[in-house]
């Protein structure tokens, strides 16, 4: 039989959020401030992944990037912009919530995202209400596809691999964590990733809402 899961793998990016700074927001951003797109690629490409492992601060970052040359706007207006990219997925998030308190999972996040702006999606979104643990790539100096990030989650989260679920938009990471002995599922949107949540074993009952009075003998409910 199939262990039960206890603890719940998450990535925040393309799961609970929206990307925070991938190619998307920076092609909103080129066309915002009227960049050159081929440029600042090419420059954020060469750094980025510094970025992420928390060795650049967002400063750094916007200095090799963006305001290497004088520009007609500030780095706070395209702090703001950044920042503001970040949006939720509401329905994954209650999800989350709703099968932590039905099963008492413990949460853990995967992530990689720089420090400022994973410091600001937590506390927007208030992911600190109901994640245990972030293993953020700039808090740990290691992003994935280095196993090493998964082996320092399990470490923390102090959960046999058989017992985790981990919930994942890109295929490679995914199959990473299955070679680990961790059940991946590669999230695409929130309905699929509910029923194979339930094939794990982890339902939510729906709660049929009573019918308004008004409508019981109508034949709408």
């Not at 719940?8 to 959020?17: A, N, P, Q, R, Y």
């Not at 740990?140 to 046999?160: E, N």
Request: one cysteine or more; a positive charge; hydrophobic letters at 40%.
């Amino acid at each position: 039989m199939p262990s039960k899961i206890t603890t719940l793998f998450l990535d925040i990016g393309g799961v609970l959020l929206t990307d925070g700074w991938q190619r998307n927001s920076r092609k909103r951003a080129v066309q915002e401030f009227r960049l050159d797109a081929s440029e600042m690629e090419d420059r954020h490409h060469m750094v980025f992944d510094t970025y992420e492992e928390g060795k650049l601060t967002l400063e750094e970052y916007l200095g090799w990037v963006v305001f290497y040359k004088k520009r007609p706007f500030t780095r706070a207006q395209f702090r703001r912009f950044m920042f503001a990219q970040s949006k939720p997925y509401p329905e994954m998030i209650e999800l989350v919530r709703e099968l932590k308190a039905r099963y008492g999972l413990k949460v853990i996040v995967l992530s990689n995202e720089a420090r400022e702006l994973n410091a600001y999606r937590i506390r927007t979104f208030k992911l600190a209400g109901f994640v245990d643990a972030f293993v953020s790539s700039c808090f740990v100096h290691l992003r994935k596809p280095d196993a090493d990030i998964f082996r320092l989650a399990l470490d923390i989260a102090q959960t046999p691999a058989r017992q985790i679920v981990y919930v994942e938009n890109t295929a490679m990471f995914v199959q990473i964590a299955d070679g680990m002995g961790i059940r991946g599922i590669l999230h695409t949107d929130v309905q699929s990733t509910r029923s194979k949540l339930a094939a794990e074993g982890l339902t939510l009952s729906r709660v049929k809402t009573p019918c308004p009075k008004e409508y019981s003998n109508e034949g709408n409910c």
